[in-house]
């Protein structure tokens, strides 16, 4: 039941936006209902605690590839871009 349990909620919920009150209330409402032992509970929060920590660091990730792809397309300067021209501006002066 415990696996089930976890395997529904990895899949069903956005894993990455789960906040650590709302993981807690969760493992709280399943114990009352009786479906997880108290250490099932623990065990589920460090688990989802962790996923979601590893869950945001993923999407950040991928988040800063596809702004970068984005800015490389549209032919943005970058800061080395930027303070290469200024070296060259100082050196003029």
Do not use: H, P, W
């Amino acid at each position: 039941m415990f696996d089930l349990i976890k395997k529904t909620m990895l899949v069903g919920v956005g894993l990455a936006a789960m906040t650590k009150e709302k993981i807690e209330e969760l493992a709280e409402e399943l114990t009352q209902k009786g479906e997880l032992s108290e250490k099932e509970a623990k065990e589920l929060i460090d688990e989802l605690l962790e996923r979601s920590k590893q869950a945001k660091k993923d999407l950040n990730k991928k988040m800063e590839d596809v702004v970068t792809k984005v800015l490389k397309k549209m032919d943005v300067a970058t800061k080395k871009d930027i303070a290469r021209l200024d070296r060259k501006i100082k050196n003029i002066k």
